[in-house]
């Protein structure tokens, strides 16, 4: 009883939790939010949300939380996009 909970539990719950807000925005007809391009130190570009939890980026492997992107540095070059 006394074990920590293992991130990957949190991680899940949050998954869970973005999928259901998705299938409510369908089912309602709400607009999905606008997405915003971050850069990854890594020099890839992220696409988040204001409502973005956070995630792991595959190709290098990062971890963030949702004020680590919301840190990160916006990618001008596909604002436009």
Not at 34 to 50: H, S
Not at 54 to 69: A, K, V, W
């Amino acid at each position: 009883m006394g074990r920590c909970q293992s991130p990957r539990i949190g991680e899940f719950a949050r998954e869970v939790s973005l999928i259901r807000r998705q299938c409510e925005a369908q089912v309602s007809g709400e607009r999905r939010p606008r997405t915003v391009p971050v850069a990854c130190p890594c020099g890839a570009v992220l696409r988040i949300t204001l409502d973005t939890p956070g995630c792991r980026y595959p190709r290098c492997g990062e971890q963030y939380g949702h004020s680590e992107l919301m840190d990160l540095p916006l990618d001008d070059h596909r604002i436009a996009a």
